[in-house]
Antibody, heavy 119, light 107 residues
């Protein structure tokens, strides 16, 4: 079964650092991009950025550039999203999802989400 | 690239035909996907490349459009279709923006 499994619930204080993970299985991990999506409480989906495991090519959505770091370790089929100094406004659900390529594809497999609470 | 969905919310009955619109600020060819999200769940891909049905998605869902104007149609609403729907443009890796969402509720 193709799946993305994300790390668990996080409760942090402002100013703390955090790294959450997304582990792929059931497919060749380095043939799909992994993207990250934020969903703040009661709000819509926001695109954060994307990384390709084969070469670690990383692209950020402008609002998130400099605010987070997206990385990947293809040896363990895992992508990461990290913050160096959390803010209360980072409280949200974070999803990872895979993408074959832009243009004629979509985010076809999603992780279950990681809840991050900063308070 | 900004996407604008309409309506923002919609009330309909089981069996109704429903259409949701997504408008792009610039030409994105057919690089558009639609997702369904139910409360507490991850989004689910319904349609990609504007009109291609994802495997396993019921045929009552269909997508159309190109360039700047796109629609998602549900031909006969079922109880499990009440959810929030999002469009997403896939024109560039640098920004794969979503629409603001359309909440579909039971009338």
């Amino acid at each position: 079964e193709v799946q993305l499994v994300q790390s668990g619930v996080e409760m942090k204080k402002p100013g703390e650092s955090l790294k959450i993970s997304c582990k792929g299985s059931g497919y060749t991990f380095d043939t799909y991009w992994i993207g990250w999506v934020r969903q703040m409480p009661g709000k819509g989906l926001e695109w954060m950025g994307i990384v390709h495991p084969a070469d670690s090519d990383t692209r950020y959505s402008p609002p998130f550039q400099g605010q987070v770091i997206i990385s990947v370790d293809k040896s363990i089929s895992t992508a990461y999203l990290q913050w160096s100094s959390l803010k209360a406004s980072d409280t949200a659900m974070y999803y990872c999802a895979r993408l074959r390529a832009v243009a004629y594809y979509g985010l076809d497999v999603w992780g279950q989400g990681t809840t991050v609470t900063v308070s | 690239i900004q996407l604008t969905q309409s309506p923002s919310s919609l009330a309909a009955s089981v069996g109704d035909r429903v259409t949701i619109t997504c408008r792009a600020r610039q030409d994105i060819s057919s690089y558009l996907a639609w997702y369904q999200q139910k409360p507490g769940k991850a989004p689910k891909l319904l349609i990609y490349a504007a009109s291609t049905l994802q495997i396993g998605v019921p045929s009552r869902f269909s997508g159309s459009g190109s360039e700047t104007d796109f629609t998602l149609t549900i031909s006969s609403l079922q109880p499990e279709d009440f959810a929030t729907y999002y469009c997403q443009q896939l024109d560039s890796y640098n920004s794969l923006t979503f629409g603001q969402g359309t909440r579909l509720e039971i009338k």
